[in-house]
């Protein structure tokens, strides 16, 4: 069964350094999430991307953050100059397009560690 | 008024009982609703779906869907130890559209 990855599952960096997650969608899926969740809170979107744009993001999606669909199958989250307060878990996620095709699968998740 | 509201629980349930999850929601244009199960430390896992007012059955799981209301819930017969988790209510508008989480409701099933 078609699933989406994540890379790598846990990421610790130092405080001020760049750190890039990445994602292997279903293959066949168009629209594109990230989404995080900080310890023992609910969790929140980020961005969406569609068609090699940026369809929505959130206030949190700052311009620390970028992503980018470098090719036809990874899509990948930039945090240029982390901050303690962006330690969480990150999730990639994927949807296809049109009718019956709005259910959104999760990949496993980056955990990120800002020390 | 929260765009997804659960009781965050804890729902504790008898091992072999019926667990009821329920979730109410604001935004009107939603079409499309999803269950996902969350264990501690893992991402959210789809497991049920439902675009239509009524009841969907997929083997122990049954989601009830009311859109006046802007209700929906979920129904887990026979709940087993490993369906002890949180419970994710996801609303979504069309398939451009981000999932806007609530909280969620932390189930327990007691052997």
């Known amino acids: 069964e078609p699933e989406v990855t994540q890379t790598p599952s846990h990421q610790v960096t130092q405080m001020g350094q760049e750190v890039i997650l990445r994602c292997v969608p279903i293959?066949?899926?168009?629209?594109f999430y990230w989404y995080r969740q900080i310890l023992g809170q609910k969790v929140e979107f980020l961005v969406s991307?569609?068609?090699?744009?940026?369809?929505?993001k959130s206030e949190i999606f700052d311009d620390q953050f970028s992503v980018e669909r470098p090719d036809g199958s990874n899509f990948t989250l930039k945090i240029r100059s982390t901050k303690l307060e962006d330690s969480a878990m990150y999730f990639c996620?994927?949807?296809?397009?049109?009718?019956?095709?709005?259910?959104?699968?999760f990949g496993p998740g980056t955990r990120l560690t800002v020390t | 008024q929260k765009e997804v509201e659960q009781n965050s629980g804890p729902l504790s349930v008898p091992e072999g009982a019926i667990a009821s999850l329920n979730c109410t929601y604001s935004?009107?244009?939603?079409?499309?609703f999803f269950w996902y199960r969350q264990y501690s430390g893992k991402s959210p896992e789809l497991i049920m779906s439902?675009?239509?007012?009524g009841d969907k059955e997929d083997g122990r799981f049954t989601a009830q869907l009311n859109k006046a209301s802007q209700y929906v819930s979920l129904l887990i017969r026979d709940s087993q130890p490993s369906d002890s988790a949180t419970y994710l209510c996801?609303?979504?508008?069309?398939?451009?559209?981000?999932?806007?989480f609530g909280s969620g409701t932390r189930l327990s099933i007691r052997p």
């Open positions: 996620a994927s949807n296809g397009a049109g009718s019956g095709a709005y259910e959104q699968y």
């Open positions: 293959s066949n899926h168009l629209y």
């Open positions: 991307f569609y068609n090699n744009e940026i369809s929505e």
């Open positions: 935004d009107r244009v939603s079409q499309s």
């Open positions: 439902i675009y239509s007012n």
């Open positions: 996801a609303p979504k508008r069309s398939s451009a559209s981000k999932i806007i």
